[in-house]
Each structure stands twice: as structure tokens, then as C-alpha cells.
């Protein structure tokens, strides 16, 4: 019941795509990351993916819709079953939501992050 200061957990990290665990709620974990450059192309099967920025821009490619640019204050859901790849010119700070134990990878047979608690 205590609040959390995002970008004072933001600044305890420097690795680009490693999110980390923030809180946890009703099975899903509220993560930070920090994105730089391309993510693989990949989809998740079972759930929604949910991306907040926090700051920067990311812009989300699909492999069947044009591509959105959002940026601070901004969200995106994408659907399960969507292909798609975040991509971040310069670093950006975001928010994620998903079940826990998600890979964050999908099926795009990068090993997935740790996220670790922090």
C-alpha cells in the first residue's frame, strides 16, 4: 500500500529490453523496461500486451496494420495473436502489464528476459 516512484526504479537499471518488476496484482506483474533500438517480431498466444510510455517514443510495427507512434502518456494494447515489434530510436521509458510468468519474447525463440523484482 505503499506508492512506487517509477523513475527512481528506472534509474536503478541500464539494460535496454530487461523489464523489471515493479508490483504485482491479481496475476499479473507491472513492470518498468527501457527500450532502444528494434525488438524481434513476435506474438503471444494467450494474452494482450499492454505498453505505457513513460518517456521517449516507441513506435509498435505489425506485420499486417501500419505501424503507431505514441509517446509519453501514451498506451498501446495489442491483442493476442497480434505479430508485432516495439522499436525505440532513442531510449525510451515504459510501462508493461502482463500475466505473470509471460515471456516476454513470445514465440520469437529469443530467450526471455529474467524480470527481476526490484
Known amino acids: 500500500m505503499n506508492k512506487i516512484n517509477l523513475a527512481e526504479k528506472l534509474s536503478l537499471f541500464s539494460s535496454h529490453w530487461d523489464p523489471h518488476v515493479v508490483a504485482s496484482y491479481n496475476?499479473?506483474?507491472?513492470?518498468?523496461v527501457k527500450f532502444a533500438g528494434e525488438f524481434p517480431f513476435?506474438?503471444?498466444d494467450d494474452t494482450d500486451d499492454f505498453f505505457l510510455v513513460i518517456s521517449g517514443d516507441v513506435t509498435m510495427d505489425y506485420e499486417n496494420a501500419p505501424s503507431v507512434t505514441f509517446g509519453p502518456g501514451e498506451m498501446v494494447i495489442v491483442p493476442k495473436?497480434?505479430?508485432?515489434r516495439p522499436r525505440a530510436t532513442t531510449e525510451a521509458h515504459v510501462l508493461l502489464i502482463e500475466p505473470t510468468g509471460e515471456p516476454n519474447t513470445g514465440?520469437?525463440?529469443?530467450p526471455p528476459a529474467a524480470k527481476p523484482a526490484i
Not at 495473436?81 to 508485432?84: D, L, R, T
Open 27 to 32: 496475476g499479473n506483474d507491472v513492470m518498468v
Open 42 to 44: 513476435h506474438k503471444h
Open 81 to 84: 495473436g497480434i505479430v508485432h
Open 107 to 110: 514465440d520469437s525463440g529469443v
